[in-house]
C-alpha cells in the first residue's frame, strides 16, 4: 500500500499499470478501530481527491452511522465503460456472432471496463500494438480498429454521446493483396488425406473448398440450405447482410445424403453430433484445423507472413484461384466469391490460361 500526498489516502498499484485507492480512519464508535475502505480503480474514474473528499464526508457522518462505501459505489455506477457502448451497440444492431466473438477476444479484455472518458488515441494505438505482436494480419487489425470506431459513432450518433472518437487519426494498416496463397491440387489431396476420419472437418474442408464461402457463412449452412436436386446451396454473405447461391459437386451431396436425412430442417450442417440445432462458433472448429494447416503448410514461416502462411480463409482463396486457372469467365467468379466489386475478383484474373493470345492470333483471319 503506497500513501499519496491526500491525508488517509493510499493506493495499490495493479499490474496492468492501473491501482486501486483506499482511504483510512479511525472509527470513534468502534473504539478508535482503524479502518480500511475501498474507494475505486483509477481506470474507473477514481481519483485521490475523490478518496480524500470521501474520506472527509465519511469522518463528518460517522456519528448518524452513514456508510460512505455507499457513496462511492454510487460514483462507480454512474461511469459509462467502453463495454456499456460495445452491448448498446450489438443490442441495437443485432451484430453477427463473428463481430461479437472479435470484440469479446481482442477489445473487451483490453479496455472493456475501461472509463470511455479515459480511452485516448494513444490507449486505442497501443491496444492494437499488442495484438498485432500476437501474429495478427493487418487485415484483422484494421477490422478491430473499425469495430472499436463504430461501437462509439454508434453511441455518439444514435445516443447523442458527448465525446470525441478517439479513433479519429488512426491510420489503417497497409493490407498487401498482390499475392494470394491457395492450395494447389496435391496440397488439397494431401490435405483430404489428413483429415478424411474426421467428418466434422471433413465437411467444412469440402463446403469451403466447393463454395468459397467465408468461415461463418459455412458454418451458418442449414439442411434447409442445401438443394440436393439441383446441387445449389445458398449461402450468407454477414458484410452485406443478404444471401446468395452457390453450389455443391454431385458426388459429394451423394456423399452426404444420408447425414442430411438425420437432420431437422433448420439443423445446422457443420455441427457436433450432439446437438446439430446449435451453431459453432469459428473458435471451436479454428482449433481443430489450425494446427493441422501449420504442420502442413506452415512449418518455418513467421507468423506474420500472412501472404504465404495457410489459414482458414486460404479455402476462400483456393476456390477463386481453380476457377481462374479452369478457364472460368471473371465475372462468374466474382458470382460465386460474391464479390460487391470487379476489383476485387481481378486478382485471380492473372491466373487464367486465356491471357489473349488466342485471341488476338484469329482476329480478322
Known amino acids: 500500500m503506497i500513501k499519496t500526498k491526500k491525508t488517509g489516502v493510499y493506493y495499490n498499484p495493479l499490474e496492468d499499470n492501473d491501482k486501486v485507492f483506499y482511504f483510512t480512519y479511525n472509527d470513534i464508535n468502534d473504539n478508535k478501530k482503524k479502518k480500511w475502505v475501498k474507494v475505486g480503480k483509477y481506470s474507473d474514474g477514481i481519483r485521490e481527491v475523490n478518496a480524500f473528499n470521501l474520506r472527509a464526508e465519511q469522518i463528518s457522518k460517522m456519528k448518524h452511522g452513514k456508510d460512505i462505501t455507499v457513496i462511492a459505489n454510487k460514483k462507480k455506477k454512474e461511469i459509462v465503460t467502453f463495454d456499456n457502448l460495445a452491448q448498446t451497440y450489438f443490442k441495437d444492431k443485432k451484430s453477427t456472432s463473428n463481430r461479437m466473438s472479435r470484440y469479446n477476444i481482442h477489445i473487451k479484455p483490453r479496455i472493456g471496463n475501461k472509463d470511455i472518458?479515459?480511452?485516448?488515441?494513444?490507449?486505442?494505438?497501443?491496444?492494437?500494438?499488442?495484438?498485432?505482436?500476437?501474429?495478427?494480419?493487418?487485415?484483422?487489425?484494421?477490422?478491430?480498429?473499425?469495430?472499436?470506431?463504430?461501437?462509439?459513432?454508434?453511441?455518439?450518433?444514435?445516443?447523442?454521446?458527448?465525446?470525441?472518437?478517439p479513433c479519429i487519426g488512426i491510420k489503417k494498416y497497409k493490407v498487401d493483396n498482390n499475392r494470394e496463397r491457395y492450395l494447389s491440387l496435391a496440397e488439397i489431396k494431401q490435405l483430404k488425406e489428413q483429415i478424411k476420419d474426421n467428418f466434422l472437418v471433413s465437411l467444412f474442408v469440402d463446403l469451403s473448398l466447393q463454395t468459397g464461402g467465408r468461415f461463418e457463412t459455412i458454418l451458418n449452412i442449414q439442411k434447409k440450405d442445401i438443394n440436393l436436386s439441383s446441387g445449389a446451396v445458398t449461402l450468407q454473405n454477414f458484410k452485406t447482410e443478404k444471401t446468395y447461391t452457390g453450389y455443391l459437386q454431385k458426388d459429394f451431396l451423394e456423399s452426404i445424403k444420408e447425414y442430411l436425412?438425420?437432420?431437422?430442417?433448420?439443423?445446422?450442417?457443420?455441427?457436433?453430433?450432439?446437438?446439430?440445432?446449435?451453431?459453432?462458433?469459428?473458435?471451436?472448429?479454428?482449433?481443430?484445423?489450425?494446427?493441422?494447416?501449420?504442420?502442413?503448410?506452415?512449418?518455418?514461416?513467421?507468423?506474420?507472413?500472412?501472404?504465404?502462411?495457410?489459414?482458414?480463409?486460404?479455402?476462400?482463396?483456393?476456390?477463386?484461384?481453380?476457377?481462374?486457372?479452369?478457364?472460368?469467365?471473371?465475372?462468374?467468379?466474382?458470382?460465386?466469391?460474391?464479390?460487391?466489386?470487379?476489383?476485387?475478383?481481378?486478382?485471380?484474373?492473372?491466373?487464367?490460361?486465356?491471357?489473349?493470345?488466342?485471341?488476338?492470333?484469329?482476329?480478322?483471319?
Open 117 to 165: 472518458q479515459n480511452i485516448s488515441k494513444e490507449s486505442i494505438i497501443k491496444l492494437l500494438d499488442e495484438i498485432e505482436s500476437t501474429g495478427k494480419a493487418h487485415q484483422t487489425l484494421n477490422s478491430i480498429r473499425e469495430l472499436i470506431s463504430t461501437i462509439f459513432n454508434h453511441s455518439i450518433k444514435e445516443h447523442n454521446l458527448k465525446i470525441l472518437n
Open 261 to 365: 436425412k438425420t437432420l431437422s430442417v433448420n439443423d445446422y450442417v457443420v455441427s457436433y453430433e450432439s446437438d446439430h440445432s446449435e451453431k459453432l462458433t469459428q473458435r471451436q472448429l479454428q482449433h481443430r484445423i489450425k494446427p493441422l494447416l501449420d504442420r502442413l503448410f506452415n512449418t518455418g514461416l513467421d507468423t506474420k507472413d500472412s501472404k504465404n502462411r495457410v489459414v482458414i480463409h486460404t479455402f476462400r482463396h483456393t476456390f477463386a484461384s481453380h476457377l481462374a486457372i479452369n478457364g472460368v469467365p471473371i465475372y462468374t467468379i466474382m458470382k460465386l466469391m460474391n464479390h460487391a466489386k470487379i476489383e476485387q475478383t481481378l486478382r485471380y484474373a492473372k491466373l487464367n490460361p486465356e491471357n489473349g493470345m488466342d485471341a488476338v492470333e484469329v482476329l480478322y483471319k
